[in-house]
Each structure stands twice: as structure tokens, then as C-alpha cells.
């Protein structure tokens, strides 16, 4: 009798809108964590090479980047759960296209590029309307627990998702991944349709998009915390992008055993990101970027392993300890962000720290190929790690970075708003 009424208690923090928000997510990310292995393993199957695997991955992340700040502030305008059901859908449709064509074995490259193009689009427009409805639906002292076990839910899907599509990429080809990511896409945004958000706050007369990107902006250029970090991201994510995108399958399908070790590798990463999950529901560090920034030290691991054509048992250690740093800074980071900014301003905020984080992942991905023939595949993972590690360096000397920290009580902005829904 006694623990059926203290789990309730215990998870009480865990509204409706919470749960549905954490189920879609995983949802979809059981099958966005394999469509990258396959998109890549569907690039090399019509003949293409390590610069061509870079630009469909650079083909999704143009418009990612480029619509990210009108889909903020849509998200702000509009309801958020609708932006999110509309983007999944058009996610569902673009990778269902695409599916059909590597099934029929009549894909071409330039539609590999144009349909990854579309899934950017719609990312684009998801993400930050994601974002600022799993931070109003936590509130503040609940947040570190929150945002640990959503981010453990979100991490789980990928260690499945990882290794089952690496695993059926290498037995029944790509185009059955896409063709589950697809329904993935269309089984969460029929969850998100069950969300109940209030209304958006109506906007003051002559308000329009191009002044709520400059609030947005003002907000996110007045903390220096921020836009250092953004900064760091922006290079740091060029590298990451082009390791785990473009490097990390092509030494798998040379020097390990293809699709399938690479999927495994990369569960291994997930591994590290829901196990950690566990101690950061627990764990109160006070000084929250700097200890986030600590865990970004350990992004340059899957790089160094991949240089030394490390066997996957020990590839598989470096991804799951780059998984747990990952998770170490993402919950301090979100926490930061709920902390400080305004909730009416949150997605615009996000999709300006997204915009920043992965302006030059293209870049990165679209100049893999062309690093790797000027350095050779070794050099240029070198050059990835030496870059994270160096930009983890100096982020430290920003004092805001190290010194911002946990508040016991919620911020004014927080307190005078509405409780959170769901």
C-alpha cells in the first residue's frame, strides 16, 4: 500500500503535458537515431564517397540553420504544439518519399539531397517549439529531475533506435529504416495532437515577426554567457557533425564491420547518455556551466578513437563517454536557459542558440570530404578533437561561464507567471 501511493507522489512533477511531449519523443527518436546510418549507408549504395555522404548531411542542415529563427518565433506566436505537429508530418511525408525510392532502388543522388533538405526544414520548425513547451511544462524546482529523465527517455530511444537501424540497415538495407522513421514521425505527431497548451500570449498591436526576432535577439545578445557558449557550439558542432556523420561510417564500412558496428557505436554513445541521466537527476552541481562545460571536454573522444582505427570495443567506451558529457552539459544547459530566460521569450531565445550552435555544421560536413583528401581521414579527426578540446578551454576564461549559478528560488519572471501547464 505504501509504495503505490509514494510513486504518484514521487512523479507528481510529471504532468499531462509532460508525459505525452516525453512519449512522442521517443517515438520519434527510435527512428531519427537510425535514418542518419541508413541515409549514409543509401549514399554509398549509389556509388557515392566520403564528399558526397558531406553534402546530403550538409543538405539537411542549410535550411535546419536557415529557418530556425522563423520557426522560433512562430513558436512564440503560435501554439506550440501545432508547430509541432505540422513539422512531424511533413517529416513523415519527406521520409516516406525517400524510403520509397531507396526501396524501389531508383534513388538518385540529388534527391538524397533534396528530400534531406526537407527533413532539415521541418526540424527547423520543431525544435524550437520542443524546446520552449518541455521548459513550460516543468517547474523550476523540479527542473534538474525534469529535464534528467526527459533527457534519459530521449537518449534511450536513440541507443535502440542506433543500434536496431545500424543492425537493419546491414540485413534489410536502408530505404525499411527510412521507411520506420517515417512512422515514427506520423505516431508522435498524433501524440502531440492529444497536447493541451494555453493559448499563445496575443501580441501588442504593430507587433510583428522581424520585432519578435529582434526581442529575441536583444535578449539572447545581452547575456554574454549565452552567446560565448553559442559561439563555442557553432565551431565545435562543425567538427561533431562532420565525425559522427561523414568520418564515423566511412571508417566503419572500411576498417570495422559497416552499418552494424557503426549502429553499435553510436548505442554505446546513447548508453553514456541515459546512464548519466541517472546521476544528473540527482546531482545539484552549483556552478552549472562550468560543470557543463566539463562534460564537452569529453565530445573530442569518438574523434582521437576514430584516428587510431580503434577496434569497436573500445570505439564503443569512447562513444559512451562523449554520450555522458553530452548529457552533463545539456541538463545544466537547459537549466540554465529556464533559469534565466523568460518564458515568453524561450523559444525565440532557443532557436537563436540553435541557429548559433549549427550555422557551420554544413560547412563542417560539406568540407569532410575535401579535409579528409588534403589531411587523410586520420588528420582530420585529429583536427576535430584538437578543436573541441581547445574551444573547451577557452570558453573558461568567460567569468560569466563560470560563475553563473543554481538559484534555490525560481526567478521573478517565473514566479510571476502562470503555473506551468500540463
Known amino acids: ?85 505540422a513539422a512531424n508530418t511533413f517529416n513523415a511525408l519527406s521520409q516516406a518519399v525517400l ?50 529523465v526527459y533527457r534519459m527517455a530521449m537518449n534511450g530511444a536513440q541507443i535502440g533506435g542506433a543500434a536496431l537501424g545500424g543492425a537493419l540497415t546491414a540485413t534489410v538495407g536502408a530505404g525499411w529504416v527510412l521507411a520506420i522513421d517515417a512512422g515514427c514521425f506520423l505516431a508522435a505527431a498524433a501524440l502531440r495532437v492529444l497536447l493541451r497548451v494555453e493559448p499563445a500570449a496575443k501580441q501588442p498591436e504593430g507587433s510583428g515577426m522581424i520585432r519578435e526576432l529582434r526581442e529575441g535577439w536583444t535578449e539572447f545578445a545581452s547575456r554574454r554567457w549565452l552567446w560565448v557558449i553559442v559561439l563555442q557550439f557553432s565551431v565545435l558542432m562543425a567538427c561533431v557533425s562532420a565525425v559522427d556523420a561523414v568520418y564515423g561510417p566511412i571508417v566503419a564500412e572500411t576498417r570495422l564491420g559497416g552499418a552494424r558496428d557503426w549502429g553499435l557505436a553510436l548505442a554505446a554513445d546513447g548508453a553514456g547518455l541515459v546512464l548519466t541521466g541517472l546521476l544528473m537527476a540527482r546531482w545539484r552541481p552549483r556552478r552549472i556551466l562550468l560543470v557543463g562545460n566539463y562534460g564537452v571536454f569529453l565530445f573530442a573522444l569518438p574523434a582521437a578513437a576514430l584516428a587510431v582505427a580503434a577496434p569497436l570495443p573500445l570505439l564503443a567506451v569512447a562513444m559512451f563517454l562523449s554520450g555522458a558529457g553530452v548529457t552533463v552539459f545539456g541538463v545544466n544547459w537547459m537549466i540554465a536557459l529556464q533559469q534565466e530566460i523568460p518564458p515568453a521569450l524561450m523559444s525565440r531565445v532557443s532557436a537563436y542558440d540553435a541557429f548559433g550552435s549549427l550555422a557551420l555544421a554544413p560547412v563542417g560536413t560539406a568540407l569532410a570530404g575535401p579535409a579528409a583528401g588534403a589531411l587523410g581521414t586520420g588528420g582530420a579527426l585529429w583536427t576535430c578533437a584538437a578543436v573541441t578540446v581547445l574551444l573547451s578551454v577557452l570558453v573558461l576564461a568567460e567569468p560569466q561561464v563560470r560563475r553563473l549559478s543554481r538559484r534555490t528560488a525560481a526567478p521573478v519572471e517565473a514566479a510571476a507567471t502562470p503555473a506551468p501547464v500540463g
Do not use: C, K
Not at 100 to 129: D, I, K, M
Open 1 to 85: 500500500m505504501h509504495s503505490q501511493t509514494t510513486l504518484p507522489r514521487r512523479f507528481a512533477w510529471a504532468g499531462r503535458n509532460y508525459r505525452i511531449q516525453t512519449a512522442a519523443t521517443v517515438v520519434s527518436g527510435l527512428g531519427n537515431a537510425g535514418a542518419p546510418i541508413a541515409t549514409a549507408f543509401a549514399v554509398l549504395g549509389v556509388g557515392g564517397s566520403t564528399t558526397e555522404i558531406g553534402y546530403v548531411t550538409a543538405a539537411r542542415l542549410v535550411p535546419l540553420v536557415l529557418l530556425l529563427l522563423v520557426g522560433g518565433a512562430l513558436a512564440d506566436r503560435l501554439p506550440r504544439h501545432h508547430v509541432m505537429v
Open 99 to 148: 524510403a520509397a525510392l531507396v526501396l524501389t532502388g531508383t534513388v538518385r543522388l540529388w534527391e538524397l539531397v533534396l528530400l534531406s533538405a526537407a527533413g532539415g526544414a521541418g526540424q527547423a520548425f520543431y525544435g524550437p517549439a520542443s524546446g520552449g513547451l518541455i521548459m513550460q511544462t516543468v517547474a523550476p524546482e523540479h527542473a534538474s529531475h525534469a529535464f534528467s
